[in-house]
């Protein structure tokens, strides 16, 4: 995995899928509130008027020169729960992202499992 640090320098690249296809550009990463290491990162689909965050898993990405490869086939990250791009997730709707993963969903009551970074 990659440090944090280094990815925020990497908003606005392109986020690539398993294949190297382009779904969108990298806009922000999420952290997992119980080891504060990067779990999800937002991805800006659509068009300039359009435009959504989509969320996708962080678990197997790698870098290159120029982008965030991922490891999801295109079609599943776009059609991934997502928020406006001025937005916000909100805890409710967390476990649906996990869900569209098939990723378990473990938080407790009261309890959040992501955070923006």
């Known amino acids: 995995m990659f440090e944090i640090e280094d990815i925020r320098e990497w908003r606005g690249h392109d986020v690539v899928d398993d294949e190297g296809g382009k779904i969108g550009e990298l806009e922000a990463i999420y952290v997992d509130t119980r080891t ?24 197997g990405a790698t870098v290159g020169p120029g982008y965030l490869k991922v490891a999801h086939p295109k079609k599943l990250v776009k059609n991934a ?17 996990f869900s569209h993963y098939d990723l378990t969903y473990d938080a407790g009551e009261n309890e959040r499992l992501m955070a923006r970074r």
Request: aromatic residues 4%.
């Open 36 to 59: 504060d290491q990067p779990s999800f990162a937002t991805v800006k689909v659509g068009v300039l008027s359009r435009s959504r965050l989509v969320f996708v898993p962080l678990t």
């Open 81 to 97: 729960p997502s928020i406006e791009t001025d937005g916000e997730l909100i805890a409710a709707d967390e476990a649906a992202v």
